[in-house]
């Protein structure tokens, strides 16, 4: 082996990662078991196969995040985006790529890149001692055998095989005048103040039309081998609960005791849906037990029928699908080494990141994280106002644990603006027609402040020699 670093999984994440290693002038091992092994989603033996969908999701980078997050990666010289910027397809203001040519165009880039070597096989257990520094970047169908070397290493319950997605709702976009903040009992909790929780009560007949309406709703079906995979009985769908009985989410995840109703004093809620702060800004709530595989578009028309979410905007949709990932904010340091045995970083949808871009921005981030430190220099995380800080701070700090309630509280997330911390919103010049509104004039507001954060971050300066 001649590479300094070896990067295990040359999916979306390790592409990336091994792309800036290089292309900082250091040495690296690509290791990939395709076409030798394959996954149950992959087909092919091309670096950076797109397993599903061909979209790299909205490309307009003034108002939505994961255009924030393209423009980013672009600014630093990310692989993935100049391939699917080269064979990108008309979407509107979508990226979508064709998926042949962009996966060609990166096997090609990384073959012929003089620094790094292309290695073809399974990785099937914890990487070699002499490897002393390892990016493992190997995606949500991580070979079983490594997934066990890594699971031995971490703790059986670090290690998730399965997410369960509850969706969370923007802060701002939950109507407190009907919704109250109490902890049930009043219970402070560690770390906790007695009112830690949101709280939307329904009556007898919120319950049941809410209850019918979840119980009628188009589901997604699983994988064939996702089926085949058994998950807990502690993350079970809301509407598999729902379908055991009338009363089972009154006794469940809706379970009315130790709350009272400020707005309505003498009168306990027949049912009551919590939300949970998730992230340490506050500015994201996570709906308590609400995992669910429910389509996208019901879950939004469903959850709107609880009394408080009516004007709810979702920073993500629930779901449950087969994939591997760590607890990242206990397990991995800011730089994404794991803190078990430092010489192992990880990148991609493992950390518990979700999507394409996602994925492969943080392969870019630990692939710049990996140079530094072969180069002899420091370099600090991206700034959390950038989407690259904010994606990496919610996998390493910014996600407010609960675990003791059963599902782990750490789940996997898209970039949203929910992950950066607020801005001033700027005055409002006023005016009509699409993204003319307030809420538009913020966005601007935070991606002017990003790129502007980012350039410094990627400045050659920002990097200082290690002590
Ligand atoms: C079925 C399915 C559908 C999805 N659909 C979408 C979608 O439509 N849009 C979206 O944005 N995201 C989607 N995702 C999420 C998607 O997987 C990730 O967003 C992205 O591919 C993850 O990037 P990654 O680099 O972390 O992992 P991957 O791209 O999966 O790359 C991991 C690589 O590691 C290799 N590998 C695994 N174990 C080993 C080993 N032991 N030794 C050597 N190599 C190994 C694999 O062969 C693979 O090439 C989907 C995921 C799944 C499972």
Known sequence: ?????????????????????????????????????????????????????????SDEWETNAVGLLHEEMRRAGSLIMAAADAHKLPAGGALAVDRDGFAA????????????????????????????????ATGPLTSPSLAAAIQALTGEAELAFFDAIA????????????????????????GGGGADYINCPLDKAQYDAFLAALLAAEKAAFKEFEAA??????????????????DTLRYGPMKPVGLSNPYKAGTRPYAVVQLRQDNSLGTLWNMVGFQTKLKHGEQVRVFRMIPGLEQAEFARLGGLHRNTFLNSPKLLDATLCLKADPRLRFAGQITGVEGYVESAAIG???????????????????????????????????????????????????????????????PHPGGKGPRSSKGFDRKRALSRRALADLDVWLAPSASVAAE
């Not at 399974?122 to 490897?131: K, N, Q, R, T, V």
């Open 105 to 136: 165009a990166v096997t090609e880039k990384l073959e012929a890149h003089p620094l790094i070597e292309i290695v073809r096989g399974e990785i099937d257990g914890l990487p070699p001692a002499e490897w002393d520094s390892v990016i493992v």
């Open 167 to 190: 969706p969370i709702v923007y802060r701002d976009s939950i109507d407190t005048g009907v919704c109250w903040f109490q902890s049930r009992y009043d219970k402070a909790g560690p």
């Open 364 to 426: 870019l981030i630990t692939g710049r994280f990996a140079a530094a430190e072969c180069l002899g220099w420091k370099l600090k995380p991206p700034p959390p106002t950038t989407a690259l800080g904010a994606l990496l701070n919610h996998i390493t700090g910014g996600h407010l644990s609960a675990d003791s309630e059963g599902t782990r509280s750490f789940q996997p997330m898209n970039v949203n603006f929910g992950l950066f911390p607020p801005i001033a919103t700027p």
């Open 1 to 57: 082996m001649t590479g300094e670093v070896h990067v295990i999984g040359g999916g979306l994440a390790g592409s990336e990662a091994t792309w800036q290693l290089a292309q900082a002038g250091v040495p690296a091992a690509l290791h990939e078991m395709r076409p030798l092994r394959q996954t149950e989603a992959h087909k092919t033996g091309s670096f950076a196969e797109l397993v599903c969908s061909n979209s790299f999701r």
């Open 229 to 246: 995979t058994p998950y807990f009985e502690g993350c079970l769908p809301i509407e598999v609960m729902a379908e055991r009985g009338s």
